[in-house]
Structure formats: structure tokens, C-alpha cells
């Protein structure tokens, strides 16, 4: 057991170093361009029509711009990667099969289609500013579609029966045919710059799992 935690701390750590890496390059930009157009429509909102903004408090909290701001994002992307590591080496360890060369990264590209991909198809990667639906009914049809997906995977690869894989393909394709949230109205950014950071997320998130996958496969294959 504590060969199965150090395998997945470690695949964790080094995964969500190299996400959070590529993160700084390629998607914290597009975050702090759609936060301008953001901040520039909330201002102008609350301007009357004499010029003068209206004072309404202080702010949230949220992190400071900087090091603060990235400490916390490498943070939570490690946090992540670790909670996810463990659960690849835990179906490593039920399943109780060695671990070749390429089932970890078979595995990673299971997660990413999970909880990446399919969630993706009906949510893309939102951008501050963005138009959301609402937000229980989204975070419900995501989980809905993640945990269908995943048990939908499931009974495709591992059931060796027609009627357990056509009910594997019903199930992935469930909360799609249910449909998801609907924006409730429309946003401030760009739809181009929408466009950008939801491939630029997706990229990244497929990257991560790829690596994870990959690297809990190889530390288990080692360790355990």
C-alpha cells in the first residue's frame, strides 16, 4: 500500500509540475487578456451616466497577480494531479495485472476522454467573462458526464460481451442526448479568444493525463 501511495505522489508531483509549466505559457495569457475585457465591461457597467463609478465595497478575496497567483494555481494542479494518481494506480492495483509499457498510457487516455474530453463536448473551457448556465445545473451535468464516461469506458474495454459494450456506448452517450446547460446570456470576451482557450485547455488537460497516465503506469511498474 504504501508503495501504490508513493508511486502515485510522485507521478502526481511531476505531472502537475510539467501542466502547470505549459499552463504559464500557453493559457495563463488568454486568462489575463479575457480578465481585461472582463474588468473593462464590469467598469462600465457600474459607470453612470455622468462618468462616475459607484463604490461597491472591497473585492473578494483572490490571489494577488504574481507569484502569489501562480504559487496557488502549481498548487492546486499538484493537489489534482496526486487525487488522480492515486486513482489510476488503485484500478492498477484491482485490476491485479502487471502493468505493461502501454497500459498506463492507455489509462491516461481513458481519464482524458472522462474528464477532459466528453465534459468538453457540452461545457468548454469557460474564460472569465464568459456566458455560463447556471452553476449547480453545470457542475451536475458535468460529474453526470464524467462518472457516465467512465463507466461507459469501462464496460467497453473490459466487457466481453455485445451487450455489455452496446450498453457502454449508451452510457457515454447519455448526458449528450440529455443535453448541457444552456449560457444564460452573453458574455464579454471574444468568440475567437473563446475559441483559443478552450483548445489551448483541452491541449494542455490532454497533455497531463498523457504524462500521469505514463508516469503512474512506469513508477508502479517499478515500485509496486
Known amino acids: ?44 457597467a457600474h459607470t453612470d451616466h455622468a462618468g462616475h463609478a459607484h463604490d461597491h465595497g472591497a473585492a473578494a478575496w483572490m490571489p494577488a497577480d504574481g507569484a502569489e497567483r501562480r504559487l496557488y494555481t ?61 452553476l449547480v445545473d453545470r457542475q451536475i451535468w458535468w460529474v453526470l458526464t464524467a462518472v457516465a464516461t467512465a463507466g461507459g469506458l469501462a464496460l467497453l474495454a473490459f466487457g466481453r460481451r455485445l451487450p455489455w459494450q452496446v450498453a457502454g456506448g449508451a452510457l457515454i452517450a447519455t448526458p449528450h442526448l440529455i443535453g448541457a446547460p444552456v449560457p444564460e446570456g452573453p458574455g464579454t470576451v471574444p468568440a475567437d479568444l473563446a475559441a483559443e482557450f478552450a483548445v489551448a485547455s483541452l491541449a494542455t488537460a490532454s497533455l497531463f493525463w498523457v504524462a500521469l497516465g505514463m508516469l503512474t503506469g512506469a513508477f508502479y511498474r517499478r515500485f509496486c
Open 1 to 44: 500500500m504504501t508503495r501504490i501511495f508513493g508511486a502515485a505522489i510522485l507521478a502526481g508531483l511531476l505531472a502537475g509540475l510539467l501542466v502547470s509549466i505549459v499552463q504559464e505559457v500557453r493559457v495563463v495569457p488568454l486568462l489575463f487578456e479575457a480578465e481585461a475585457y472582463e474588468a473593462g465591461a464590469h467598469a462600465a
Open 74 to 134: 502549481w498548487m492546486a494542479n499538484i493537489v489534482t494531479a496526486v487525487g488522480f494518481g492515486l486513482i489510476l494506480t488503485a484500478c492498477y492495483a484491482l485490476r491485479g495485472r502487471p502493468v505493461q509499457g502501454r497500459d498506463g498510457l492507455l489509462w491516461g487516455l481513458a481519464g482524458f476522454t472522462a474528464f477532459g474530453l466528453a465534459p468538453a463536448l457540452g461545457l468548454p473551457p469557460e474564460l472569465p467573462g464568459a456566458a455560463p448556465a447556471d
